[in-house]
């Protein structure tokens, strides 16, 4: 019976540890948000200070390009779009940088505009995103190919 009671208490730990571990983030947090469904997600919008980092193989050496910008996200439920509030030649002034689908552990899914090498135009790819703890500061990285890797540094204002 004792080792029957044992189990079950330690079943029970692991369960609760588990259920917190999946989802940090607790109503009421800051920086959050509780979604109809009663997930809570990071609450992306605002102004958020944007870092563009581009490199990219042209034969015979790497070349590196980085840039500034401000992108505004605004948030509905767990879908975020971005906008360049700067612009450059890649993506205008007011138009969409990045957007996506918040989960209740970060990104389900995110893509970012960049100069596609492979077709010479701007595209949206699929990206992958992490948001530090305290949702102040977001890591987007993308590597559409084996020469281009492109990489956005978002830290909110």
């Given at each position: 019976?004792?080792?029957?009671?044992?189990?079950?208490?330690?079943?029970?730990?692991?369960?609760?540890?588990?259920?917190?571990?999946?989802?940090?983030?607790?109503?009421?947090m800051p920086n959050t948000v509780t979604l109809?469904?009663?997930?809570?997600?990071?609450?992306?919008?605002?102004?958020?200070?944007?870092?563009?980092?581009?490199?990219?193989?042209?034969?015979?050496?790497?070349?590196?390009?980085?840039?500034?910008?401000?992108?505004?996200?605004?948030?509905?439920?767990?879908?975020?779009?971005?906008?360049?509030?700067?612009?450059?030649?890649?993506?205008?002034?007011?138009?969409?940088?990045?957007?996506?689908?918040?989960?209740?552990?970060?990104?389900?899914?995110?893509?970012?505009?960049?100069?596609?090498?492979?077709?010479?135009?701007?595209?949206?790819?699929?990206?992958?995103?992490?948001?530090?703890?305290?949702?102040?500061?977001i890591v987007v990285k993308c590597h559409p190919n084996n020469w281009q890797k492109?990489?956005?540094?978002?830290?909110?204002?």
């Amino acid at each position: 019976m004792k080792r029957i009671l044992i189990i079950l208490i330690i079943g029970f730990v692991f369960v609760t540890v588990q259920a917190q571990m999946d989802n940090p983030l607790k109503k009421g947090m800051p920086n959050t948000v509780t979604l109809s469904t009663g997930d809570v997600v990071y609450d992306l919008n605002g102004e958020w200070d944007a870092v563009y980092d581009s490199v990219v193989y042209t034969f015979p050496n790497w070349e590196r390009e980085t840039k500034k910008d401000i992108v505004k996200i605004t948030q509905e439920g767990n879908q975020f779009v971005g906008i360049k509030l700067v612009g450059d030649e890649i993506v205008g002034k007011n138009q969409e940088t990045v957007k996506g689908e918040l989960e209740k552990n970060g990104f389900r899914k995110v893509y970012i505009v960049i100069w596609d090498t492979n077709v010479l135009r701007a595209s949206w790819a699929p990206s992958k995103a992490e948001i530090s703890e305290d949702g102040n500061k977001i890591v987007v990285k993308c590597h559409p190919n084996n020469w281009q890797k492109n990489m956005i540094v978002l830290n909110r204002k």
